[in-house]
């Protein structure tokens, strides 16, 4: 098959062009044909105009690259490669929302012929891919799971924002329904994965091994927040805590904060529905999760605090927040949290204005009900860092003086600015 694909004498198709099956898609485009599939009208425009609507990209990570841009399943029929890379979020309980991925295994199903190859991408939980994609395959192709075609699973390892570590530079898992199709996953893989490939032994372990990934790191921050709730009340930085512990060789740099995205702040819930589903209740997993989520209302409470003490009326307090992203540098605002200090501060009945170089305002009304403000003009008696954006860090104690009240508060979420605040009102995790 890799052989056919590099020859283009038949094509790959990546299903869903987000911040991780649109790399993927441009990066086997340079050496073979390739059909990207996305659902959205506006957002196949915008790539035929080698635009990446996530930002991600730059507009010469589009040159050089053998695609066609569709939302026409027709399209996806030359294809006998598929990629499939689309979200798997949560809903508002918390339980898998496997909409877009049921969807585009439809979408697939529709477009498979005998001899193919399905891998999937998204993030779902072990066994969700022979268990829940594959009879949705075989139903909308009446082609035989195992005979006709086969699957695969390859768990994405895209951290939007890094430019470090890009998607050829990082080792690649992949999976596959019986050693023929094993081979041949990683054979297409390797031909643009410069790191590597490790070959799971069978699709449930490569599904466990991306879901603990995030979990891990939920767990471990969870621990770092629940010390910043400890050492908060004991009148300790928690920073200059962590700064001490991280003299020994061997200590774990992990670091509170809100945990938000679509990765961290989602994948654990994946593991604890199917853990569930099996009979087991999570603690650690659970408990760390009811940390993380409680982290938003934590900050915003805090900050409530801070001003009475400080002698304000909360009732109406100007409060401005900086950053509405997920996380630093990046345009996402999928489940950021920022969005939960937010909600708690104006059921206060504060007036909270948000401000971001990269987050879109019109998303943001959409998704969270509130809007960037074009420019600070006012006077706050709070300040919130939420996101570390780059536009940030080279601010000083006088700019931010230059936009406060007399007795201000300056709440510095992940603690950049500390031991550079000495006159207004300072706090972090």
């Not at 927040?225 to 400890?230: A, C, R, V, Y």
């Not at 529905?273 to 938003?296: C, E, F, P, T």
């Not at 170089?357 to 939420?386: F, H, M, N, Q």
Request: some cysteine.
């Amino acid at each position: 098959m890799l052989d056919k694909l590099l020859a283009k004498e038949t094509k790959l198709s990546v299903i869903g062009l987000g911040y991780v099956g649109l790399p993927i898609a441009l990066e086997f485009a340079r050496n073979m044909k390739v059909v990207g599939f996305d659902i959205k009208q506006d957002r196949i425009d915008l790539m035929r105009q080698g635009i990446d609507p996530s930002k991600e990209l730059n507009k010469e990570d589009f040159d050089g690259c053998d695609i066609e841009f569709t939302n026409q399943i027709e399209d996806v029929k030359e294809a006998t490669f598929h990629v499939v890379a689309v979200p798997t979020p949560i809903n508002e309980h918390n339980l898998p929302n496997l909409t877009p991925l049921l969807s585009a295994s439809r979408t697939v199903g529709k477009a498979l012929k005998k001899g193919d190859i399905v891998v999937f991408e998204s993030t779902v939980y072990p066994g969700c891919t022979e268990e829940d994609c594959v009879p949705i395959l075989e139903q909308e192709s009446g082609l035989k799971f195992g005979t006709d075609f086969k699957v695969g699973y390859s768990p994405e390892r895209i951290n939007p924002g890094d430019k470090e570590h890009t998607l050829t530079k990082i080792l690649k898992i992949v999976s596959g329904s019986d050693a023929e199709s094993l081979d041949i996953i990683a054979e297409v893989y390797a031909s643009i994965i410069k790191a590597g490939i490790h070959k799971a032994s069978s699709i449930k372990v490569a599904e466990a091994a991306k879901i603990i990934e995030n979990t891990q790191r939920d767990v471990n921050i969870a621990l770092m927040n629940e010390l910043s709730l400890i050492f908060d009340r004991m009148d300790i930085n928690t920073y200059e805590v962590l700064e001490a512990a991280g003299t020994k060789w061997n200590f774990l740099k992990f670091f509170p904060g809100l945990v938000g995205g679509h990765c961290i702040g989602v994948d654990p819930y994946y593991l604890t529905y199917k853990a569930n589903a099996l009979g087991y209740h999570s603690k650690i997993i659970d408990g760390g999760r009811v940390i993380n989520d409680s982290m938003g209302s934590y900050v915003a409470e805090t900050t409530i605090k801070k001003l009475i003490k400080k002698g304000h009326n909360v009732n109406g307090a100007k409060i401005l927040i900086m950053g509405a992203t997920f996380k630093e540098n990046v345009s996402d605002i999928r489940n950021s949290k920022v969005a939960d200090v937010y909600k708690e501060l104006v059921s206060y009945s504060a007036h909270v204005d948000v401000v971001d170089p990269y987050a879109d305002s019109r998303e943001l009304l959409e998704e969270y009900g509130y809007a960037l403000i074009p420019e600070i003009t006012k006077k706050y008696e709070a300040v919130i860092l939420a996101v570390n954006h780059k536009e940030y860090l080279d601010l000083d104690e006088d700019y931010f003086k230059s936009i406060t009240n007399h007795n201000a508060v300056f709440v510095d979420i992940k603690g950049v600015f500390r031991g550079k605040i000495n006159e207004l009102e300072y706090w972090s995790l």
